[in-house]
């Protein structure tokens, strides 16, 4: 069974840094691209960015560009969304998904940014 | 580069059929294929429906998508109340090199 866990909700402060996982069990996981996707309180669905995880080429949406970097650790399955400086707008649920389209979803990981 | 448009609302009984619009702002969409999500509260998005109208394993045939010209339509037919749900419409953008979501639609079964 094709599975993508992610690991659990963070409540953090402006200008902290964040690694958040996602895991991925039941398939090849250098077959399909991974993904991130942003859904704000009430808001939809935003794309972040893509990896490929054979090689870790990545590439971002321009309005994500610069503010997150994705990256895999092949040896565990498991890809990452990280931020080096967070602001009060990053908080949002983040998704991952595996490309393409975007056929499995982790169960996100909800991320607030307050002081 | 494109905005997908869908209508924040659409409503129907149980047993009817609805239809859910996703409207592109530009012919820049081409020939990319259109994916259709469902988001019920409090949980991830699930794929319906992959390159304009087939269906993954498991998505019963009450679920249809087509796709002519800008405008992507996705189908339900004998709504249940299980269909309670937002529904999004996806496509790739070439020129952004990113994945472009719609709005996103809340469809309530009455």
């Known amino acids: 069974e094709v599975q993508l866990v992610q690991s659990g909700a963070e409540v953090k402060k402006p200008g902290e840094s964040l690694t958040i996982s996602c895991k991925t069990s039941g398939y090849s996981f250098t077959t399909y691209w991974i993904s991130w996707v942003r859904q704000m309180p009430g808001k939809g669905l935003e794309y972040l960015g893509k990896?490929?995880?054979?090689?870790?080429?990545?590439t971002y949406s321009p309005s994500f560009q610069g503010h997150v970097i994705i990256s895999v650790d092949k040896s565990i399955s498991t890809a990452y969304l990280q931020w080096r400086s967070l602001q009060a707008s990053d908080t949002a649920m983040y998704y991952c998904?595996?490309?393409?389209?975007?056929?499995?979803w982790g169960q996100g990981t909800m991320v607030i940014v307050s002081s | 580069q494109f905005v997908l448009t869908q209508p924040p609302s659409v409503s129907a009984a149980p047993g009817q059929k609805v239809t859910i619009s996703c409207s592109a702002s530009s012919s820049s969409i081409g020939n990319n294929y259109v994916s259709w999500y469902q988001q019920v509260p409090g949980t991830a998005p699930k794929l319906l429906i992959y390159d304009n109208n087939k269906r993954p394993s498991g998505i019963p045939d009450r679920f249809s998508g087509s796709k002519s010209g800008t405008l992507a339509t996705l189908g339900i037919t004998a709504l249940q109340t299980g269909d309670e749900a937002d529904y999004y419409c996806?496509?790739?953008?070439?020129?952004?090199?990113?994945?472009?979501f719609g709005g996103g639609t809340k469809l309530t079964v009455l």
């Open positions: 996806g496509a790739w953008d070439d020129s952004l090199s990113a994945e472009v």
């Open positions: 990896i490929d995880p054979t090689d870790s080429y990545t």
């Open positions: 998904a595996r490309l393409s389209p975007f056929d499995m």
